[in-house]
């Protein structure tokens, strides 16, 4: 995989998940912490990379605007570039639907499994 937050993060699973991002550029280190160009505008947009799953025998990252006044998530496929490296696109508007529902399904699967973990230790 291209980044590793270092915090073996995998299905939402990460305490950093949508709903914690607060913060964000304390908690992960420089590596985590991706610049991308806009492609059209020239304009820069830095992320944290905080989590990726497969779907479809496909890689996507879930990546958090580093704006601490409105952080926004953002999932891209992971893909081969023209010399060889991985790198992340944008998903097209007819697949971006389907990802985010997956990408909902796997958070709230992983809650659910928290939530059965918590009570187990209660016992």
Known sequence: MLF???RNCENGDCDNCEENIEGIEEIYDDEAIITMVDAE?????????????????QSYCVLVTTDEEEPEMVITKV?????GEEGLMSLDEEEADEIYEEYDRLCAEAELDDEED????EE
């Not at 918590?118 to 230790?121: A, M, N, P, Q």
């Open 4 to 6: 590793d937050c270092g």
């Open 41 to 57: 505008s020239g304009e820069e947009y830095q992320f944290a990379m905080v989590d990726d799953f497969e779907y479809k025998d």
């Open 79 to 83: 893909v081969k570039m023209e010399d």
């Open 118 to 121: 918590f009570s187990d230790e």
